[in-house]
C-alpha cells in the first residue's frame, strides 16, 4: 500500500502535465486560436522533434548545454570559494555584499556589449557572462549559509578542540546546506538567463540565436520548442539525506599521572560589555580529584556554567590559573590536542546538528579527532544498547523524543571515552521519571569507568544523589560559599531520598544557599 501511494505521488506532476498539455491542445484546436498567437502544442512538439532529428536544431542545443554547463560549473566553484573565503572576515563582507546585490540585480543584457567590446566576440564570451550572471546568486546565498551559523554548534566545535578548518568541515559547512543548494538552484536558472541573453545579442549559433530566427521568420511553433527546450537544464544535485562522512574514528584514552584531574585558583572572570563590566566569578578555588564526582549548585548567575565552560576552553579566564590534568591551561587559546580528547561535555540542551542521524552525531568528535580504532563500531553500539537508542541509530534529531535526544548528548560526550566529562544541567529539561532513569544510568557509569565528573544541576536532591561533594555557590559575583561532602553509603538508590541523613544534607545545602526556590537556580 505504501508503495502504490508512493508511486501515485511520484506520478502527480506527470499527469499534471499531461492534462496541461492535453486542455491546450483542446483549447486552440476549438478556440482557431492564430498559430502566430499559440499553435497546438502536438504541432510544437512533432516540429521540435523533427528539426532535432533532422540535426537543424541539435548544434545549437548542445553549443548551449556546453556554454551553460562549463560556466555553472565555473560559478559554483567560484562562488563557494569566495564566500569560504569572506565569511573568515566579517569587514569584507560587509564592504563586498553591496556590489554582489548591484551585479545581481542589474540586467545583464545591459553588460553584454561591453563585455563583447573588451574581449571580442568570442564564443567563448558567453561562458563569461553566465559566469558572471550566476556566480553573485551563488556567492550571497553561500556567504548568508556561512555567516548565520548557531553558536550552540560553534561552542560544540570548540569544545571539541577543533580548529578554524575542522569546524568549518565539520559544522559550518553542513549547517550551510539549505543555502547553498539555494544559491545552486537559482545559479542555474541565472546561467540560462546568461547563455540565451548573450546569443540574443551578438550571437550566431545558441538557443537564443535560433529563437530570434525563428520570430524573425515566423516560425512560431519552433520558437515554442526552442524555449520549451531552453526549460530543460541540468538540475543541481540534491542534497543528501544524511551524511556525506560515513568514516568513524576513535582515539585511545589518556592516562594521566596526576591525582588531581582538575585544579583552579584564584579564578576571576569578567564580562565587558557596552554599558557596563559583569564580574562572573570571583577567587574561585576548587580542586577535583580523579575519579571524583563533584556538583555544583546555586542560584542563578553564579557563573557555575561559566566554570565549566572554561574547563572546555570556550571561555578563558581574566585572572588565575587553571590546570586539568597537571597542564595548565590559563594562558592557552589552544590546548594540546591529547588534553581535548581527555574531556567530554554535555550541554543543558542536546545540541544535535540536525543534519546528522543518531549515531553520526555520537561520532563527531571521533570524526574531528581523526582518529581511528578498529572496535569503534562494536563500542558505539554498546554505547547505543547501553542507553537504550540501539534502535534509533539511523534517525535524525526531529524523530527523538527530548530524552532520547538528550542521551544522544550524553552518548556523544563519552563516545571518545574520555576522563573527564563536564555535564551542564543535562537533564534539567527533562519529566521526573526519565530524569531519574538518567539519574541513575550515570551513577552506573561513573562507577563502573571511574570518571572525573563535574555536574551542574539546579536540583539539590540529584546533586546529593550522585555527587561525592556538592559545592555551593553564590552570586554578586559568582564565588564557592561551601564545599559539602556527601557521606551517603553507596551504591546510591532513589529510596535514600527519604532518609534523615539525605533529608538533613538537602537542608544544609538550601540554607547555605541562602535560597530555597532553587527552581530558579541555573
Do not use: C
Given at each position: 500500500m505504501k508503495d502504490r501511494t508512493a508511486w501515485v505521488q511520484q506520478s502527480i506532476p506527470l499527469i499534471v502535465l499531461v492534462l496541461i498539455f492535453a486542455g491546450l491542445e483542446f483549447l486552440v484546436r476549438i478556440a482557431e486560436l492564430p498559430r502566430t498567437i499559440l499553435p497546438p502544442p502536438s504541432s510544437i512538439v512533432a516540429e521540435t522533434a523533427r528539426r532535432l532529428w533532422s540535426g537543424e536544431l541539435l548544434p545549437h542545443v548542445l553549443f548551449t548545454l556546453k556554454v551553460v554547463t562549463v560556466g555553472f560549473v565555473s560559478s559554483i566553484l567560484l562562488g563557494m570559494s569566495l564566500a569560504a573565503i569572506l565569511s573568515q572576515f566579517p569587514l569584507w563582507v560587509a564592504a563586498v555584499t553591496p556590489t554582489v546585490i548591484l551585479l545581481i540585480v542589474t540586467p545583464m543584457i545591459t553588460l553584454i556589449p561591453l563585455l563583447i567590446l573588451w574581449l571580442g566576440n568570442d564564443p567563448n564570451v558567453r561562458i563569461v557572462v553566465v559566469v558572471i550572471q550566476a556566480t553573485p546568486i551563488i556567492l550571497l546565498?553561500?556567504?548568508?549559509?556561512?555567516?548565520?551559523?548557531?553558536?550552540?554548534?560553534?561552542?560544540?566545535?570548540?569544545?571539541?578542540?577543533?580548529?578554524?578548518f575542522r569546524t568549518f568541515r565539520k559544522i559550518v559547512f553542513p549547517n550551510a546546506m539549505p543555502h547553498v543548494f539555494t544559491g545552486i538552484k537559482l545559479g542555474c536558472i541565472f546561467s540560462l538567463i546568461g547563455a540565451v541573453s548573450a546569443d540574443f545579442v551578438a550571437g550566431s549559433i545558441g538557443l537564443g540565436f535560433r529563437i530570434i530566427q525563428y520570430t524573425k521568420y515566423i516560425q512560431i511553433e519552433m520558437v515554442y520548442g526552442t524555449i520549451l527546450i531552453d526549460r530543460y537544464r541540468p538540475l543541481p544535485p540534491?542534497?543528501?539525506?544524511?551524511?556525506?562522512?560515513?568514516?568513524?574514528?576513535?582515539?585511545?584514552?589518556?592516562?594521566?599521572?596526576?591525582?588531581?584531574?582538575i585544579c583552579l585558583e584564584k579564578i576571576n572572570k569578567i564580562f565587558r560589555t557596552r554599558h557596563r563590566d559583569i564580574h562572573a566569578l570571583s577567587d574561585v578555588d576548587l580542586t577535583v580529584g580523579q575519579g571524583e564526582f563533584v556538583s555544583l549548585v546555586g542560584p542563578s548567575g553564579c557563573g557555575k556554567s561559566t566554570i565549566l565552560r572554561m574547563l572546555a576552553n570556550i571561555v578563558r579566564p581574566t585572572s588565575g590559573h587553571i590546570s586539568i590534568n597537571g597542564v595548565e591551561v590559563s594562558s592557552r587559546s589552544r590546548w594540546p590536542e591529547s588534553l581535548v580528547r581527555s574531556i567530554g561535555l554535555v550541554?543543558?540542551?542536546?545540541?544535535?546538528?540536525?543534519?546528522?542521524?543518531?549515531?553520526?552525531?555520537?561520532?563527531?568528535?571521533?570524526?574531528?579527532?581523526?582518529?581511528?580504532?578498529?572496535?569503534?563500531?562494536?563500542?558505539?553500539?554498546?554505547?547505543?544498547?547501553?542507553?537504550?537508542?540501539?534502535?534509533?541509530?539511523?534517525?535524525?534529531?526531529?524523530?527523538?523524543?527530548?530524552?532520547?535526544?538528550?542521551?544522544?548528548?550524553?552518548?556523544?560526550?563519552?563516545?571518545?571515552?574520555?576522563?573527564?566529562?563536564?555535564?551542564?544541567?543535562?537533564?534539567?529539561?527533562?519529566?521526573?521519571?526519565?530524569?531519574?532513569?538518567?539519574?541513575?544510568?550515570?551513577?552506573?557509569?561513573?562507577r563502573s569507568s571511574g570518571k572525573t565528573i563535574v555536574f551542574i544541576t539546579h536540583d539539590v536532591e540529584e546533586a546529593v544523589l550522585l555527587s561525592m561533594r556538592v559545592v555551593v555557590m553564590g552570586t554578586a559575583p559568582g564565588r564557592i560559599l561551601e564545599e559539602i561532602p556527601i557521606d551517603l553509603p553507596r551504591p546510591r538508590v532513589l529510596s535514600q531520598r527519604t532518609e534523615e541523613r539525605f533529608l538533613a544534607l538537602c537542608a544544609h545545602i538550601f540554607e547555605t544557599i541562602g535560597n530555597v526556590e532553587l527552581c530558579q537556580v541555573k
Open positions: 546565498n553561500t556567504l548568508t549559509g556561512f555567516t548565520h551559523v548557531d553558536a550552540s554548534h560553534l561552542e560544540l566545535a570548540r569544545s571539541t578542540g577543533a580548529g578554524r540534491r542534497r543528501p539525506r544524511g551524511t556525506a562522512y560515513r568514516r568513524l574514528e576513535t582515539l585511545t584514552k589518556g592516562n594521566p599521572m596526576n591525582t588531581t584531574a550541554f543543558q540542551a542536546p545540541n544535535l546538528l540536525p543534519w546528522l542521524t543518531v549515531r553520526e552525531n555520537i561520532a563527531l568528535p571521533l570524526r574531528i579527532f581523526r582518529t581511528r580504532d578498529p572496535g569503534l563500531e562494536a563500542r558505539l553500539d554498546d554505547l547505543l544498547g547501553r542507553f537504550g537508542l540501539g534502535n534509533r541509530a539511523g534517525a535524525y534529531p526531529s524523530e527523538l523524543s527530548g530524552g532520547m535526544a538528550q542521551k544522544a548528548g550524553v552518548l556523544r560526550a563519552l563516545a571518545h571515552d574520555p576522563d573527564i566529562l563536564l555535564m551542564d544541567e543535562p537533564f534539567g529539561a527533562l519529566d521526573p521519571m526519565t530524569r531519574e532513569d538518567l539519574d541513575l544510568e550515570l551513577l552506573e557509569l561513573w
